[in-house]
């Protein structure tokens, strides 16, 4: 296999009903070589999503993963922030 899609949801729950934070997606084709970090940002796919919507519409948190999240390091913490490019789920 040397074509293949990779793709990373974050949330704030492990059961489908979860808030979105994150969806990312990167296109690897090893006929080019394993790509670095700087190629997968520039050439991926990557959105945030606004979560109060999310809440209102009936999406769950879970504790134990909240938790997790604030374990986490400042940098990975930061996909918590609203952001002004957060977009709703139909959007996506």
């Given at each position: 296999?040397k074509?293949?899609?990779?793709?990373?949801?974050?949330?704030?729950k492990?059961?489908?009903?979860?808030?979105?934070?994150?969806f990312?997606?990167?296109?690897?084709?090893l006929?080019?070589?394993?790509?670095?970090?700087?190629?997968?940002?520039?050439?991926?796919?990557?959105?945030?999503?606004?979560?109060?919507?999310?809440?209102e519409e009936?999406?769950?948190?879970?504790?134990?993963?909240?938790?997790?999240w604030?374990?986490?390091?400042v940098?990975?913490?930061?996909?918590?922030?609203e952001?002004?490019?957060?977009?709703?789920?139909?959007?996506f």
């Open positions: 296999m074509d293949f899609m990779v793709i990373d949801f974050e949330t704030l492990t059961t489908p009903d979860a808030v979105i934070l994150a990312g997606a990167y296109f690897v084709s006929k080019d070589g394993i790509p670095d970090y700087e190629e997968i940002i520039k050439n991926g796919f990557y959105r945030t999503f606004d979560t109060r919507s999310q809440i009936g999406r769950k948190i879970g504790k134990d993963t909240l938790e997790w604030k374990s986490q390091s940098e990975a913490q930061r996909i918590l922030l952001s002004d490019d957060d977009i709703k789920l139909p959007e």
